[in-house]
């Protein structure tokens, strides 16, 4: 009974209790200095109750921490992003550029743009190789650049508060680093392209080039075909010896040159047909001259000196006349057995002599000149010695030829072409404005006139 008693005094006492605190107690709001945590213990009078726990004190100073690493790495990802965006804004002027490059060229390649500053990166190189390394480094940078900013944003920390109240680092949203990602792909993508553009163009220049030099060589073959062709067709005479050389100025370098050399002779026979009135003096219808010795056979007439033969540079006057500005046919003998010469004029026999060179062979593989006296074999020629007029069918034996062969020769009844040097266009070569040209010598010769 007492018992029972007791319980009911005690249930009647706890809700009094429970009733006299749930209408007598009040809640009292303290303010939170700045930068305090809420749930730390501060005091009415808003000082902060000093934390008992050691490990309260570092959580809450890793907080503070963290905090201002985030807000530096927010700063950080502001300023990567503005710089993403010069970039984008870079490569859209690269853009424009190459697009106006190209309608530029497809207005014409001789045309030039007038206005340089607009839509161009002004620093773009314009030679297709300088672009193509240039966009190649800008590639390189911007990739590095980025991976830069994408290595940097993985290791952007967050507050993860675990339910223990300890903190964790955890990488950013993946949504940036996926931006990070394909803004990455997406610019490299367009340098590639554009550097595939370019090395295309290159290719096509290249290609333009190349077949602009094939077709020019192409067409400079042609003309020189065809030149070939003409001066051919030019030099279709009615025989091979019917041509001239004409030598018309006293220079040194007007002459003709036979492609033939002389074997080693003992004798030796040349004939030509002359016309000149040059004075004073014809000068050197033609010279022979070998290594050591230039003068080793020369037909001269120099100043008032008579016409000379030289042979290994010793000397015999000849009694001929040719500066009446007449064609005359003109032949010479030799041979080495003592010396002995003959001089025919038109077909006749005007003068013989003997002891010139004797038992001197005419040496081989010298030079034959027309027109010039050689000081060295070749050249070195001297403008006063030079010969002026006209001059054809120069032929050379190896023997003396008979005088009616001679006579042949002068009257036009034969012609005998030489054995050793024949009158041949092919045979002959002509220098410094000394021309080739058809000739008649028959009918123009002084016995017909």
């Not at 890793?62 to 970039?87: F, M």
């Not at 007029?389 to 032929?395: A, C, H, K, R």
């Not at 045979?427 to 010598?441: Q, S, T």
Request: with cysteine; glycine share 8%.
């Amino acid at each position: 009974m007492l018992v029972l008693v007791a319980g009911l005094l005690y249930l009647v006492s706890g809700r009094a209790v429970r009733s006299q605190d749930a209408t007598g107690s009040r809640f009292v709001c303290n303010a939170i200095p700045p930068g305090a945590e809420p749930g730390c213990g501060y005091g009415p009078t808003g000082n902060r109750v000093q934390s008992t726990s050691p490990v309260e004190d570092e959580l809450r100073n890793t907080i503070i921490q963290l905090r201002e690493t985030i807000l530096q790495q927010k700063e950080t990802i502001v300023s990567q992003q503005g710089t993403i965006k010069e970039l984008n804004s870079k490569l859209a002027r690269c853009e424009a550029a190459a697009d106006e490059s190209t309608q530029s060229k497809s207005r014409g390649q001789g045309s030039r743009r007038k206005e340089f500053g607009k839509n161009t990166m002004g620093d773009l190189p314009r030679d297709p190789v300088e672009t193509i390394d240039q966009l190649g480094k800008t590639m390189q940078s911007l990739k590095g650049r980025l991976e830069n900013l994408e290595q940097q944003s993985f290791r952007l920390p967050s507050i993860n508060v675990s339910a223990g109240g300890v903190s964790a680092l955890t990488p950013l949203p993946p949504e940036l680093r996926e931006l990070l990602r394909h803004r990455l792909g997406a610019l490299e993508t367009q340098l590639l392209r554009k550097v595939a553009e370019l090395e295309e163009e290159k290719s096509q220049l290249y290609n333009e080039t190349a077949a602009h030099r094939q077709r020019t060589e192409s067409t400079l073959n042609s003309l020189l075909e065809r030149i070939t062709e003409l001066e051919k067709s030019n030099n279709a005479f009615k025989s091979p010896e019917d041509f001239k050389v004409s030598l018309s100025l006293r220079t040194n370098y007007l002459y003709g040159r036979i492609k033939k050399s002389l074997p080693e002779m003992y004798a030796f026979t040349v004939c030509m047909w002359l016309k000149s009135s040059a004075s004073p003096g014809i000068g050197t219808p033609f010279s022979y001259g070998v290594p050591g010795q230039a003068n080793e056979i020369v037909l001269i007439e120099w100043g008032n000196n008579p016409i000379e033969l030289l042979v290994n540079d010793k000397v015999a006057q000849l009694p001929l006349s040719v500066s009446d500005g007449r064609w005359h046919h003109i032949c010479i003998t030799w041979t080495t057995r003592d010396g002995f010469w003959e001089a025919y004029q038109d077909g006749e026999r005007l003068g013989t002599g003997d002891n010139l060179a004797p038992w001197h062979p005419i040496k081989p593989g010298g030079v034959i000149i027309l027109g010039q006296e050689q000081d060295v074999v070749g050249g070195r020629f001297d403008a006063t010695q030079a010969f002026v007029g006209e001059l054809s069918q120069f032929n050379m034996w190896d023997r003396v030829l008979r005088p009616v062969d001679i006579m042949g020769l002068a009257n036009c009844s034969a012609y005998m072409p030489g054995n050793v040097v024949p009158w041949i266009d092919a045979n002959v070569e002509v220098f410094g404005g000394a021309i080739k040209a058809p000739l008649e010598i028959c009918e123009d010769r002084v016995f017909d006139s």
